[in-house]
């Protein structure tokens, strides 16, 4: 029997609206792969009394409580004094998060403060779960059969804490690997095309197997959950038709779960030993953002050239200023230019480059916003396509970033094949 | 006295994660501006007895509930049938909503079925609040002193749905603009030290003006929160105990609400005429990013050179390689000739540069990782800072952005006094 969970999100900033509750939706993410059903998330004040209730109505409804928020060393931060009421329990000196404050701070070079140690009083009756980014360490309670575990909101320390010790141990306790999740990642096609290409299969998954659509700017994830009592069996199934869906649209799919488009393109140059660079114009440095995310893409990124302003385009990637007056900066010439420029410049093997009008301002009636013209250069050949996406300028650069990269990513395979 | 609100979100894509509950935080904002109180967010199943449950339980709590979720016209939505049994009532068809339903296919050209007919059936004790972007309408019910709307989830439906007509009907009823918020941002100091140096200020704060510790990497904001039956008292309440605030910490604070450190610098150098560059290695063009996602950044940024390998920096940014190899790419020297040389080729009035070692890998015991360089170039001096964060490689590219912005603004405030 698989177990639920609720996630208590402690915050009047997030009451007020101020603050996205993306921590519960990454949580509720983590806890289903893990195959704990998240039943409820509810938002709560900073106030004793609401801390409480919920706590108390959570009991009733779920087998794990999830509490982020309220742990800072400030006095709006309530949450450890209200579960020292909730498990009858007082505050006590952990020794061991003494040491764990001291070597953080050592570590970073900063003076312990008095405030700073408070982090180290916790509730008597619980099990310390350290944070490794962070001075509040997670709290591990167990009452009547049922496990509430408090930990901080901020996601950088939130994550780490549930992905290093809280998601391990659940799944070592409740494992009963009756789920089972595949994702195939497709680019280029909008979700009502490829429910159409793929009806058919669609309509014959079995009972046991749920499909979902799950849309991002220029990406379609879609997501099998088989769910059986016997996890072999349930691996093997969604993966068969994972093999069938694969073999309808082998075109649009980029790659799996937890695949990002730049690991992909970084892992095939790994292979080739070829490096990239990118010319970015309407991304701004976006596309070197995401590719730099990647812990060692050092080893075969080696820089950009963002060219805002079109004199940059001319004295940093030699694009022609003739192209630039005759075609403008949004243009296949301009943009093979910026990319076979780049790719000499910084003696790349790989370029990718973009221009583009990414709004809200500055569409003509020949160049609407939402006109991105997209450039790879390689070792054999440079290619350039264009696009109309919508109006929305964050939308803009995300979308033409994962077009650019699925391009690169066709690109070096072609080369090689 | 002000009103407070619940939200239910219903809805299995938010309880797995899928979709990030973006509506509740929008709501929560906008009927805060309105002077309404959310007492709680809770997030819950597309299940009958879930949703009862959940009506019973925010009926206790607050005055308004707002649902949204569960109206479309496939079987898994089942709000209005739920709605029905709550209220003890039962559908039937609205035939204003049939007309606005011919209306709406008719302009999109589109045919009617019946499954679209279906969305003007509904419960016969509620008023219809019209829907002019999709064909699920909003209800309103009243019962025992609670004021109940249902939403369709679609926020392109809900968004105008409130702000046309849900809103403005509860400002009517309930104006009080009893709630005033200020935010001051504050940058460079963790929340402990912070809360050192304001602690005798926050004590004498007055009872009905609450304050929040809100950090982010590199930032802290702290938020006020004035409560009143007056808004004009409570809004210069609020701004008196700003002004002792910022009189406290003149030199850490950048803005306020909804300011960022980019748009700041952008409007700082709009005014002067002047214009930036950046020179990235360690942040490998999320400063960039940050600046080109401001519409019309193109009027002060010119561009960057992501210098993310040794030669980029020495063929594009001119720095010497005999820095490189006595001082290392993490150095003072390093990062000072990367500002320059970037200010000199993009020619532009200001540059930022960043050379440090973000992580997981890289770091040495003279050099740990969370090691970050950061060099202002500007028209009179160049300055350098050296930092050591922690070791999550996404924070370190974040809090390294945001020291190096912050860095930027008081240099150009300092060059023009």
Not at 75 to 88: A, G, N, P, Q, R
Request: net charge negative; charged share 20%.
């Amino acid at each position: 029997m698989s177990k639920t969970a609720e996630i208590i999100s402690i915050g009047d900033e997030l009451l007020i609206g101020q603050v996205i509750n993306t921590n519960a939706s990454w949580m509720a993410q983590e806890l289903n792969l893990c195959g704990i059903h998240v039943h409820q998330i509810s938002v709560v004040s900073d106030s004793r009394q609401h801390i409480l209730k919920s706590l108390h109505e959570a009991h009733q409804r779920v087998d794990i409580i999830l509490i982020t928020g309220g742990l800072g060393p400030t006095k709006d931060d309530i949450t450890k004094d209200v579960l020292c009421d909730y498990f009858e329990t007082t505050l006590s000196e952990d020794a061991h998060t003494v040491k764990q404050l001291e070597a953080l701070f050592e570590r970073r070079g900063w003076a312990l403060t008095n405030i700073n140690l408070r982090q180290s009083m916790l509730p008597a009756s619980c099990t310390v779960v350290d944070n490794h980014h962070g001075t509040a360490p997670g709290m591990w309670f167990e009452k009547e059969g049922r496990i509430y575990i408090s930990m901080p909101g901020v996601p950088f320390e939130m994550k780490p804490m549930m992905t290093d010790s809280i998601l391990p141990e659940l799944s070592k306790r409740f494992a009963d690997g009756a789920i089972y999740h595949k994702t195939i990642l497709t680019q280029g096609v909008g979700e009502s095309f490829l429910s159409e290409k793929i009806a058919s299969w669609e309509l014959q998954l079995p009972e046991n197997i749920k499909l979902a659509y799950l849309p991002q700017p220029g990406i379609v994830r879609l997501r099998l959950t088989g769910k059986s009592d016997d996890y072999n069996q349930i691996q093997s199934e969604v993966e068969a038709e994972a093999e069938k869906l694969i073999k309808l649209i082998p075109d649009l799919i980029y790659g799996f779960n937890h695949d990002t488009l730049e690991a992909i393109c970084g892992d095939l140059l790994l292979k080739n030993s070829q490096t990239l660079g990118t010319a970015e114009s309407c991304t701004g440095g976006y596309i070197a953002h995401r590719i730099t995310s990647i812990p060692g893409s050092s080893n075969w990124f080696r820089g950009s050239i963002i060219a805002y302003s079109n004199d940059i385009k001319i004295s940093g990637l030699g694009v022609s200023s003739i192209a630039l007056q005759q075609q403008g900066a949004v243009s296949e010439s301009v943009v093979r230019q910026m990319a076979a420029g780049l790719r000499t410049k910084l003696q790349t093997d790989w370029a990718i480059a973009t221009s583009g009008i990414a709004g809200p301002d500055g569409g003509t009636p020949e160049k609407p916003v939402g006109t991105i013209w997209i450039a790879i250069a390689g070792p054999d050949r440079t290619i350039a396509r264009s696009f109309l996406f919508g109006n929305s300028r964050e939308r803009n650069i995300v979308i033409s970033a994962n077009h650019a990269l699925n391009l690169l990513r066709k690109e070096i395979l072609l080369s090689t094949r």
